[in-house]
């Protein structure tokens, strides 16, 4: 008998079975499910310490699982290095920053392409961008101050070269811990228009606490609260779920 299998596309960009951590007597997952679409921008929401950030850590390859399995497009990644998920077309932008701020942004995104090794006297910088990277840039606003030195940049626009870093790696599924901290409303707009227009072939999962911003960019929303997933909806069943609100309100039981 042959049996069809199925095909690697039919898979999920992500999947996520059982995940379990504890820090000590401190458990912050005990069985934390997570399935999500090929193309799909999925939001991750839940109150302060419900382990959102726990969980981008064990995904990405940062943090070991006690228990629990993670898949990646079908293929189970539970075992490899970030290094080896990131090959994979798994990025992650995190709440600090993690660029050069004394060299200019072109010199930045030239990072990616490059060793990682910074500049010497003797090994000049190479910091001419491909049409990939001066593409990704442009998608990213980055165009009018590539040749601006990180530490004269707005906030924002850390922000936004974070993103270009990320993204100049051609991920397949892209996790974003919170884009929208500490940026003004204004800035905020301009991030969510950025976030919209990504190609969509590239999966978000995104943290945010800026509830009008997940509401606005995610096909679906997961809630995740006392080491579990709460509940899982379209942005307006959330928005509408009463064991939601009572979470944030600080209502629920525990
Ligand atoms: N390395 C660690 N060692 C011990 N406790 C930790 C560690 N990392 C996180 N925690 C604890 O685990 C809990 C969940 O933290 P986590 O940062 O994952 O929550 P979060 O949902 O991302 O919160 P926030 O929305 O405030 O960023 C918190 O109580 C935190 O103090």
Redesign the pocket.
Known sequence: MTETQPSMSSAPALEVAGLAKS??S?M?ASDVHLNVAPGERRGLI????????????MIAGE?KPDRGAIRFFGDEITADSVIQRTLKGLGRTY?VSTLVPSVTVRENLALTRGDGRLPSLWQPWQSRLDDDLLDTADQLGLTPVLDEAVANLSYGTLRQLELAMVMACKPRLLLL??PAAGLSHAERQVLQGILQDLPQEVTLLM?E?DMEMVLALSDRISV?HQGEMFAEGSPDEIAAHEGVRDIYLGRANG
């Not at 839940?46 to 850590?57: H, R, S, V, W």
Request: charged share 15%; hydrophobic share 45%.
């Open positions: 820090f000590g401190l912050v839940g109150i302060n310490g419900a382990g959102k950030t726990t969980l981008f850590n943090l709440q811990d919170e943290i606490h995740l």
